[in-house]
């Protein structure tokens, strides 16, 4: 039975339908289930699966970790792959340690966030996963301009440390300037997919690019 929350309890209409949202998700129990911090591990579940990118790669960063969902995921499905592998997570918010993941805070926009981001590593990352969102502020204009901007950011990180035949996931929005992101991709990665998962919500307009064989 679908949970309703009435308007007693959360007067503004907009809280209300996020609490809905959450009460009835059927991927936010599993993720409590399960023991995942976020529904967004599943995403990460749904990609490695259909591209097998985790266990190939000997070191893993995950951009704008928090809350160390995507890091669970990573964790868990680096075990039988490459031998010696490193996985670093980094965030400008802490999260709670996770085993197997090294935590970096800071901006990666900052150069010496960056040395400590590859110290950590040891070496260049073979895999880049970014599952990052700003925050909203409601206008759409504004909110069009930070999605743009922390995105960009997020390819321009990867595409200045990623290693040689490297992978490279993050998240777009449809519409706004994907298709720009998606054309850039294509002169540095050998193949460059979009994706959707089952557990993004229906009514986002979220999906995944998927780059792999990184050439320069």
């Known amino acids: 039975m679908k949970v309703r929350i009435t308007k007693g309890r959360l007067k503004k209409l907009s809280s209300r339908r996020w609490v809905e949202r959450q009460l009835n998700d059927p991927f936010v129990a599993a993720a409590k289930k399960q023991g995942y911090r976020s529904r967004a591990a599943f995403k990460l579940i749904e990609i490695d699966d259909k591209f097998g990118l985790i266990k190939k790669a000997r070191t893993v960063l995950d951009l704008g970790a928090a809350p160390g969902g995507w890091s669970q995921v990573a964790a868990e499905r680096a075990c039988g792959g490459t031998y010696g592998r490193k996985l670093v997570a980094s ?115 979220e999906l995944y690019l998927i780059a792999t064989g990184f050439k320069k």
Do not use: C
Not at 99 to 108: A, C, H, L, S
């Open 91 to 205: 965030d400008l918010l802490d999260i709670a340690p996770i085993n197997g993941i090294e935590f970096v805070k800071g901006d990666f926009n900052d150069e010496e966030v960056v040395k400590r981001i590859l110290d950590a590593l040891g070496d260049k990352p073979d895999l880049i996963l970014s599952d990052m969102s700003p925050n909203t502020v409601g206008h759409a204009k504004t909110d069009h301009i930070r999605i743009i901007s922390l995105v960009k950011s997020a390819a321009d990180f990867a595409s200045n440390n990623l290693a040689l035949g490297g992978s490279f996931v993050v998240k777009v929005f449809q519409g706004g300037g994907e298709q720009r992101l998606l054309s850039d991709l294509k002169t540095s990665f050998g193949k460059v997919a979009h994706f959707k998962p089952k557990s993004s919500r229906k009514e986002s307009s």
